[in-house]
C-alpha cells in the first residue's frame, strides 16, 4: 500500500485494504502491479526490506517462523508511525489511529482486515503477544499528535516505554527466553534505541516542530527547545549531545548487564540490532555531533558486514557457553 493512500484516505476508506484475498493472497485491481500476488507476510516482508532499516539485517538470521512474526511485528509499527510522520491533517491521523485500534481487536477477535494484522494474527498466540502492548505502541505514536517538547527526562520516558520498549519487550518474546530478566534487558535496549534514533534525527525532527531532548537538559546547558527548532549549533549544544549520547550508552549498558548468558543465542537477533545502532552512535560522535547539518547513515553493506560480525561472534559465544554448561552437569 503506497503511504501517501495510506496516511491520506478517507476515515471509512479501506476498500484497498479489505481487497485483499486471505485465501489467494492478492489484492485489488488498484494495488501496485508487483504487489497483486502478495500473501500477508511478503507484505510485510516488503514494507521492511523497502524502509532501509538496521533492525532489517538482524531478522536475516532468524528461523522463518520468527523471521515472518518480527517481520508482521515491524510492519506494524510502520504503518502506524507513517500515519503520524505523513498525515498533515491531524484530525485524520487520530482517525487513522483509531481504525488501528479497531483493527487490533479485529485481529485479536479473528477477524483481521489489512495484510499486516492478518500476518500477525498467526503468531499473537504462538508467541505471546499481548494485545494491550499494541495498544500501547498506538497510543505511544498518538503523543507524537499532542507532544512536542518534553520537560523532564521523566516524562519523555513514558513516550520512549511505549513507542520503543514495548516493541522491544514483543520482539524478546518473539525470540524467546527462560529467564524474565531478559525482559528487563529488552526494554532498556529498546531505550538505547530510541535515544540513539532521537540524536540521528535531531534535524528531521526539528523540522516537524518536534523537540525530544528534555527541556531540562536544554536549560543545563544554557540552551532552550528554540535552539534546537533554529539548529543553532554551539559548543554548549556539542557538550549537551555528549550528555545525550552518554545516557543512550548507558541504558545500552544496563540492559546487557541483565541479559542472562543463557538466553544471549537466542536474542541473538536484538544484539545484532545493538551493534549497529551502537556504531550509528560512535560515527555520530566521530563527526562532532554535527547533526544539525547531515544525518549519520550506515551503507547497507556495512549494515550486513556488522550484522554478520555479530552473529558469528554469538554463535561462538554460545558454543563456548554450551561447552561450559555440559563440563559443569555431573
Known amino acids: ?85 505523513e498525515c498533515t491533517d491531524v484530525g485524520v491521523a487520530r482517525i487513522k489511529l483509531q481504525w488501528w485500534r479497531d483493527e487490533i481487536a479485529r485481529m485479536f477477535n479473528g477477524q483481521p482486515q489489512h ?3 492478518q500476518a500477525l494474527a498467526t503468531t499473537i498466540a504462538r508467541f505471546n503477544l499481548p494485545q494491550e ?20 527526562f521523566r516524562d519523555l520516558s513514558l513516550y520512549i516505554h511505549r513507542v520503543a520498549s514495548m516493541v522491544g519487550l514483543m520482539s524478546a518474546e518473539i525470540f524467546g527466553f527462560e529467564d524474565r530478566k531478559t525482559l528487563k534487558y529488552a526494554h532498556d535496549l529498546g531505550t538505547a534505541f530510541q535515544l540513539t534514533n532521537i540524536l ?5 525532527d526539528a523540522s516537524l516542530g518536534r523537540v525530544y531532548l528534555p527541556q531540562e537538559d ?31 550508552r548507558e541504558f545500552y549498558r544496563k540492559a546487557f548487564e541483565h541479559l542472562p548468558e543463557g538466553d544471549r543465542a537466542r536474542q541473538r537477533s536484538g544484539i545484532i540490532m545493538a551493534e549497529i545502532y551502537q556504531t550509528v552512535l560512535d560515527e555520530i560522535e566521530a563527526d562532532g555531533f554535527e547533526v544539525f547539518s547531515r544525518r549519520i547513515r550506515l551503507t547497507p553493506i556495512r549494515k550486513l558486514w556488522i550484522a554478520w560480525r555479530a552473529a558469528r561472534r554469538e554463535a561462538q559465544r554460545a558454543k563456548r557457553y554450551q561447552q561450559t554448561q555440559s563440563h559443569a552437569t555431573p
Open 115 to 117: 495484510p499486516v494484522a
Open 133 to 152: 502492548h499494541f495498544l500501547e505502541i498506538i497510543d505511544g505514536m498518538e503523543m507524537d499528535l499532542d507532544v512536542a517538547t518534553y520537560a523532564t
Open 200 to 204: 540521528r534525527d535531531l534535524r528531521e
Open 218 to 248: 536544554l536549560a543545563r546547558f544554557g540552551l532552550s527547545t528554540q535552539d534546537v527548532l533554529a539548529l543553532r549549533m554551539s559548543d554548549e549544544m556539542k557538550k549537551m549531545l555528549a550528555f545525550q549520547a552518554q545516557r543512550a
Open 1 to 85: 500500500m503506497d503511504r501517501d493512500w495510506f496516511c491520506c484516505a478517507k476515515a471509512n476508506d479501506f476498500s484497498d485494504v479489505q481487497g485483499y484475498n486471505r485465501q489467494r493472497g492478492t489484492r485489488s485491481p488498484r494495488s501496485n502491479k508487483e504487489k497483486q500476488t502478495m500473501t500477508p507476510n511478503e507484505y510485510c516482508q516488503n514494507k521492511a526490506a523497502q524502509s532501509g532499516s538496521s533492525f532489517y539485517y538482524s531478522f536475516l538470521f532468524l528461523p522463518a517462523e520468527q523471521k515472518q512474526a518480527i517481520m508482521a511485528l515491524y510492519a506494524f509499527c510502520r504503518e502506524v508511525d507513517d500515519v503520524v510522520d
